[in-house]
């Protein structure tokens, strides 16, 4: 009864998907939601931590914090009042593959709503008082990764693993370069990434589709086309040997990280390694949790992930744990890594995967902005927006078979290994 329930929701949050890409390069995305009066608008742009040359680490998220902090037809605290009188959210984020605005607003208060979006990511004058004052935001954040241990690993981790990648650094920059940037490095920068061809724009919401294009076309699809941007070639991210790295900490305990490289998220291995991942690392019903931490006590914590990435991504098991455990603890990951390789996942144990990963994908579409952020990240990750009706059926598709092949091809004897060790 419950996967019954679950393809009718499928099929009814995809219902009216209209997609249209405008002269100019601009991608919008449009789905009617007629249950509510909110709707949300999410714009993608095809920047981040892997269009960053090194030198400028963390350029995509000082401007992406800048863009609410001033523009030419308002100032900071004038768009903090419009949005906060018309009850709305206005944020901007960024991460390794892309930046985001995100806004949500009731049917009523949409063409402001709009317009609003429209200045802040075509019109920001980054106030020098503004970028000094969202430096040191950055500044104390990038301070502050420096007490999480998880954080420390995985910086680690990514720094050994990607070298002369743009994933070897963290989407905030480092302290380093974010001293250094200029106010027309940010002009620059926004000019040369923030235009048309590298946008993808989502409305969900109860709005006709003949609304939202004309819309549009009045505004971001009447920009002109930015020049053409030729990236390199992405560095292959080999891993030839075993790589074992200690690194003294302040903290009390030890942690171990220890992964590999794997397929990036447009790759057809994609879902079979997201039911790996959660069969193997999804939490209390995880064979690590259950293994290492409820029968061994060997792990204060214990879990697995797979980030989805433009480019090569990683798999990674990690546990916080002490210290005299360190060997055992390794023993057991690899107990756990071989089982994978050569013994056939029991079909019920499989289902039940499949089905709590199935059942939380379509509880995050409840809200419509959640349905326009997996619209247009889909679209923008490669897979295109069709691929968010398609995935729960996917994963209703991975047999054990599948599981064993891709635990073969990934699991090799290569593994990076990034140990913290208390400071004695």
């Known amino acids: ?10 099929a009814e949050i995809q219902a009216g998907i209209n997609k ?17 009066q909110i709707v949300a608008l999410e714009l993608f742009i095809k920047t981040g931590r892997i269009y960053e040359p090194n030198e400028q680490a963390g350029i995509t998220h000082l401007v992406q914090t800048l863009l609410t902090k001033g523009t030419k037809k308002y100032t900071a605290s004038e768009i903090a009042e419009i949005v906060e009188s018309i009850g709305g ?21 949409f063409n402001l709503a709009f317009d609003l979006l429209f200045e802040v990511i075509t019109n920001p004058v980054f106030p020098e008082k503004e970028i000094e004052k969202e430096r040191q935001v950055t500044l104390a954040a990038i301070k502050s990764r420096e007490e999480d241990i998880f954080t420390v690993a995985y910086d680690y981790f990514n720094q050994n693993l990607y070298r002369n990648h743009p994933y070897a650094l963290p989407p905030i920059g480092t302290e380093e ?16 990434f923030y235009t048309p061809e590298r946008m993808v724009i989502v409305i969900v919401g109860n709005l006709s589709w003949g609304k939202v294009k004309k819309t549009v076309e009045k505004t971001f699809a009447s920009l002109p086309k930015g020049e053409e941007l030729v990236t390199a070639p992405f560095p292959e991210i080999p891993l030839s040997q075993s790589i074992e790295k200690i690194y003294p900490q302040k903290f009390k305990q030890a942690y171990l990280m220890l992964g590999c490289p794997v397929a990036e998220g447009s790759h057809s ?19 690590l949790f259950r293994e290492l931490r409820d029968k061994h006590s060997l792990a204060y914590e214990i879990s697995s992930f797979y980030p989805t990435r433009k480019s090569t991504s990683h798999f990674v098991i990690y546990l916080g744990l002490d210290g005299t455990k360190l060997n055992q603890a390794k023993e057991k990951i690899q107990e756990q890594l071989k089982r994978l390789q050569t013994e056939l996942v029991e079909e019920k144990e499989l289902e039940e995967v499949k089905k709590f990963l199935r059942g939380n994908y379509l509880i995050e579409h ?27 059926q996917i994963l209703s598709q991975v047999t054990a078979e599948d599981i064993l092949n891709i635990a073969k091809k990934y699991f090799t004897k290569n593994y990076l290994t990034i140990i913290i060790q208390p400071e004695k």
């Open 177 to 192: 370069t974010v001293k250094k940037f200029t106010r027309e490095e940010l002009v620059n920068y926004h000019r040369k």
């Open 366 to 392: 409840s809200a419509n902005r959640d349905q326009a952020w997996y619209l247009g990240w889909w679209e923008l990750m490669g897979k295109g927006y069709e691929y968010d009706e398609e995935y729960p």
């Open 269 to 287: 291995d994609y879902a079979i390694l997201k039911v790996l991942n959660t069969l193997l690392g999804g939490g209390m019903r995880g064979r």
């Open 1 to 10: 009864m419950a996967i019954v329930l679950s393809s009718f929701f499928v």
């Open 89 to 109: 959210i206005l944020s901007t984020g960024s991460n390794e593959d892309f930046a985001q605005v995100s806004s949500v607003v009731t049917v009523r208060h």
């Open 20 to 36: 249209h890409v405008f002269p100019n390069g601009l991608t919008l995305i449009h789905k009617r939601n007629k249950s509510n």
